[in-house]
């Protein structure tokens, strides 16, 4: 064996013994490889070569698996110093869990609980003015106050209000008798389309285009269809978030008409 080979040879015995006693003295060795080897491109703004992914974007994966690159990191700083980070890191995500927790409990959602517990909550923005679908000027849910009031919050787009379409209609001619009404209120949607399912479903009652979303926000609607069934004193006697059918709506009816 050469001197050269000797020396060669030395050195591979050294490396492995390191990489016994510290096995992030191995991860550094790959680490290193693989970024030297990793493909290259000459940065012009400043005049150097430069990896990469350090300059450009990637126009391929990153060669490097993230399982080493999260050891290296691991094994280049030390443990003291590694710990603070990991708390800080589940520390931030306690708090964005509990932020997300917050948000998603809406404060408009106590109109469905005062329902669950047997409570007739008032309708919320009944004063909020807004423009009629069909025709000029505008109206308010207030403006109905002394009627029973199917309000319906819908949208062109919307498979489920093109289902229900027929069931409102149907119990509009009901609640005409009474001088009751369904009140729809346009969610998210453009005139034209609104326009063109009332006449494509032959909807006869009032439609209200919420232009500004106050309004459904004032209900806690954030998808459709919704339905609320409001009694002649302006409260709310039931809730359906989703799809209606006949037989709640009768039955959500006839309760508002009994108060």
């Not at 003291?80 to 997300?100: N, T």
């Not at 003015?129 to 319906?152: D, E, F, I, K, Q």
């Amino acid at each position: 064996m050469s001197a050269h080979e000797l020396v060669e040879t030395g050195h591979r015995e050294i490396d492995d013994r390191r990489t016994l006693q510290n096995p992030c003295h191995g991860a550094r060795s790959a680490f290193s490889s693989q970024a030297a080897d990793g493909p290259r491109t000459r940065d012009l703004k400043l005049g150097k070569l430069a990896l990469y992914q350090l300059s450009y974007h990637r126009a391929e994966a990153d060669i490097t698996p993230l399982s080493l690159l999260w050891h290296y990191a691991s094994c280049s700083m030390p443990k003291r110093s590694l710990m603070p980070l990991l708390i800080g890191a589940a520390g931030a995500a306690l708090v964005g869990l509990l932020v997300y927790g917050v948000l998603a409990q809406s404060p408009k959602r106590t109109l469905d609980e005062a329902i669950k517990q047997g409570r007739h909550p008032t309708a919320p923005a009944a004063g909020t003015s807004m423009p009629v679908l069909s025709g000029a000027g505008t109206r308010t849910l207030g403006s109905y106050r002394g009627h029973v009031v199917v309000l319906n919050f819908w949208a062109s787009w919307c498979i489920p209000c093109q289902e229900e379409a027929s069931i409102l209609e149907r119990a509009q001619h009901t609640l005409m008798r009474h001088g009751g009404t369904v009140l729809g209120v346009t969610f998210r949607d453009s005139s034209p389309d609104s326009t063109s399912f009332v006449k494509h479903y032959g909807v006869s009652y009032p439609n209200l285009r919420d232009t500004t979303g106050e309004f459904a926000e004032a209900f806690g609607t954030t998808q459709i269809p919704e339905t609320f069934v409001i009694d002649s004193s302006g409260d709310v006697v039931a809730i359906s978030r989703g799809e209606i059918d006949e037989a709640f709506l009768n039955h959500a009816i006839a309760l508002a008409e009994s108060v």
